[in-house]
């Protein structure tokens, strides 16, 4: 059983296209994350929610719109997608108040390339 | 300021010799927590290794070790006897505070590419 997953793992789609990520965890954690690994590599945070409360939102365009319908699931959807988008999408879970001694599980990632 | 630095963007290593990583951060808070992931080329990020700023002793985790040197401000990773297999990128990265609700992200550092050679 996949702990977070992530559908789906490769995204090819035209400029100025609508997407969504989905993604899922059955850790039973209660906080989850969306990070941005771009071409060099460099992972930032996008968003947070815990419990489906937003809680982290790191100036991210108002394109990038995060939906959590429960504390398992969290999804991504983008607007108007731009080249610059391009890049690997990962979504992570976490537990709070563990101070994430146990480590923060990430999915496998989704790479979007935008054309 | 960078909050998590790693110098070094790419280490070759012969096959079972030991290879640290450096990673310095750098926080005014108190009550932090270090991590350290592995990206192999197949491109998930796999968890190695965790220090929390109070922890008196220093994290292991079977060939991993982490050189936890408060003052300095430093946490390097340790594998010892590498392998063939410890070929990918490490991040090291911290997160801030105690860690309560969901206000807990990661920041990253730049990542070292490793290469084991056999």
């Known amino acids: 059983d996949t702990a977070v997953s992530q559908t789906p793992k490769y995204l090819v789609t035209q400029m100025g296209n609508d997407k969504s990520i989905k993604c899922e965890q059955n850790?039973?954690?209660?906080?989850m994350y969306w990070y941005k690994q771009d071409s060099k590599k460099f992972l930032k945070i996008m968003f947070s929610?815990?419990?489906?409360?937003?809680?982290i939102n790191e100036t991210v365009p108002n394109r990038f719109s995060p939906k959590s319908p429960d504390k398992a699931h969290l999804n991504l959807h983008i607007n108007s997608l731009e080249l610059g988008d391009s890049a690997v999408y990962f979504c992570?879970?976490?537990?709070?108040?563990?101070?994430?001694?146990?480590?923060?599980?990430f999915g496998s990632g989704t790479r979007l390339t935008v054309v | 300021a960078q909050k998590i630095t790693q110098t070094q963007p790419g280490m070759f290593v012969q096959e079972k010799e030991a290879v640290t990583l450096d990673c310095t951060y750098d926080?005014?808070?108190?009550?932090?927590?270090l991590f350290w992931y592995k990206q192999p080329s197949s491109g998930e990020m796999i968890f190695l290794i965790y220090?929390?700023?109070?922890?008196?002793q220093n994290a292991t985790e079977g060939r991993y070790s982490l050189n936890f040197q408060k003052a300095r401000k430093s946490a390097n990773l340790v594998i010892s006897a590498s392998q063939l297999g410890d070929s990918a990128m490490y991040f090291c990265?911290?997160?801030?505070?105690?860690?309560?609700?969901?206000?807990?992200?990661?920041?990253f550092g730049t990542g070292t590419r490793l290469t084991i050679i056999p």
């Open positions: 990265a911290m997160r801030e505070g105690r860690g309560d609700f969901g206000n807990e992200k990661l920041t």
């Open positions: 992570a879970s976490s537990q709070a108040l563990t101070g994430g001694r146990y480590g923060y599980t």
């Open positions: 220090q929390g700023s109070y922890d008196q």
């Open positions: 926080t005014s808070d108190p009550s932090y927590g």
């Open positions: 929610y815990n419990n489906k409360e937003l809680i």
């Open positions: 850790l039973g954690h209660d906080t």
